[in-house]
């Protein structure tokens, strides 16, 4: 089981927003682990990209982490 951290001022927030129904942080606490969850999913493609076991594997993983990434297809090698 992998662990995940969080920005100390999220575990706040959260906290606040289950333990004690303070709901006017629901939309930054969304926001915030939106973003988290994009990062994990591009930590999690950029890792398949360099670790495939064969180069078509690899350079499929790579075009879809710069697919995530936004990166213009006249821009990549």
């Known amino acids: 089981m992998k662990n995940v951290q969080i920005s100390y001022d999220l575990f706040i927030k959260l906290l606040q927003y289950y333990h004690?129904?303070?709901?006017e942080y629901e939309e930054e606490?969304?926001?915030?682990?939106?973003?988290?969850l994009n990062a994990m999913v591009m930590r999690e493609h950029?890792?398949?990209?360099?670790?495939a076991p064969?180069?078509?594997?690899?350079?499929?993983?790579?075009q879809k982490y710069l697919?995530?990434?936004?990166?213009h297809s006249d821009f990549r090698w």
Do not use: C, H, S
């Open 20 to 23: 004690f129904e303070k709901y």
């Open 29 to 36: 606490i969304k926001q915030e682990l939106e973003k988290k």
């Open 46 to 51: 950029y890792t398949n990209y360099k670790t």
């Open 54 to 62: 064969t180069e078509e594997e690899r350079e499929k993983a790579r």
């Open 67 to 71: 697919d995530k990434k936004g990166i």
